[in-house]
């Protein structure tokens, strides 16, 4: 059972726009700790996607955003493509763990 | 460019320890955090613990503390995670990342630690 909730799949044609959530409470997300967002392709390494939020590294397309509202936190796709389709998480810190933490993750697929 | 190399492959038995090695380069090494992540077969994402690199000061997830240890050589610009009493459900593939501050920007390719009698 992870701190952070995430739903456990997510679909959209090509071209589409999907939003991901990830519901934390008041130990993590809704005491303003940062949230990130990282991609996981089948069979490679977590690449950081979002930081701090909102922000995204060098060499990530504008077509990915993050948000951070109260105790939640969403990353938005635009303009769905094929190789969009993988694993998504979301972490932050949280206080009583006293510990990072991640979403269980979400599975995105490009129909 | 920023890498992260991580060691080979590992098997171990039950009750034993391993120590994986991430070994890295194209950064000021005493300038950021290293952080481990597991994924067991099929799972998501487990945080298990950060170090930073600067002065050693460590902070590991509550259900590894005794279990876990995290140590750097910064002659070498290297960093390892030694967990000891190794239980089937170890079984993972085991990351090593950098730190900036909260969040995990380079990743090592991943060590698999197979846990099996």
């Known amino acids: 059972q992870s701190v952070l909730t995430q739903p456990p799949s997510v679909s959209g044609a090509p071209g589409q726009r999907v939003t991901i959530s990830c519901t934390g409470n008041?130990?993590?997300?809704?005491?303003?700790?940062?949230v990130h967002w990282y991609q996981q392709l089948p069979g490679t390494a977590p690449k950081l996607l979002i930081y701090?939020?909102?922000n995204r590294p060098s060499g990530v397309p504008d077509r990915f955003s993050g948000s951070r509202s109260g105790t939640s936190a969403s990353l938005a796709i635009t303009g769905l493509q094929a190789d969009d389709e993988a694993d998504y998480y979301c972490?932050?810190?949280?206080?009583?763990?006293?510990?990072?933490?991640f979403g269980g993750g979400t599975k995105l697929t490009v129909l | 460019q920023v890498q992260l190399v991580q060691s080979g492959a590992e098997v171990k038995k039950p009750g034993a320890s391993v120590k994986v090695s991430c070994k890295t380069s194209?950064?000021?090494?005493?300038?950021?955090?290293i952080s481990w992540v597991r994924q067991a077969p099929g799972q998501g994402l487990e945080w298990m613990g950060w170090?930073?690199?600067?002065?050693?000061?460590?902070n590991y997830a509550q259900k590894l503390k005794g279990r876990v240890t995290m140590t750097t050589d910064t002659s070498t610009r290297t960093a390892y995670m030694e967990l000891r009493s190794l239980k089937s459900d170890d079984t993972a593939v085991y990351y090593c990342?950098?730190?900036?501050?909260?969040?995990?920007?380079?990743w090592g390719q991943g060590t698999l630690v197979t846990v099996s009698s």
């Open positions: 008041s130990s993590n997300i809704g005491t303003n700790y940062d």
């Open positions: 972490q932050s810190y949280d206080s009583s763990l006293t510990g990072w933490v």
């Open positions: 170090i930073s690199v600067y002065n050693g000061d460590t």
């Open positions: 194209g950064y000021t090494f005493t300038r950021y955090g």
């Open positions: 701090g939020n909102n």
């Open positions: 990342a950098r730190a900036p501050t909260t969040e995990l920007d380079y």
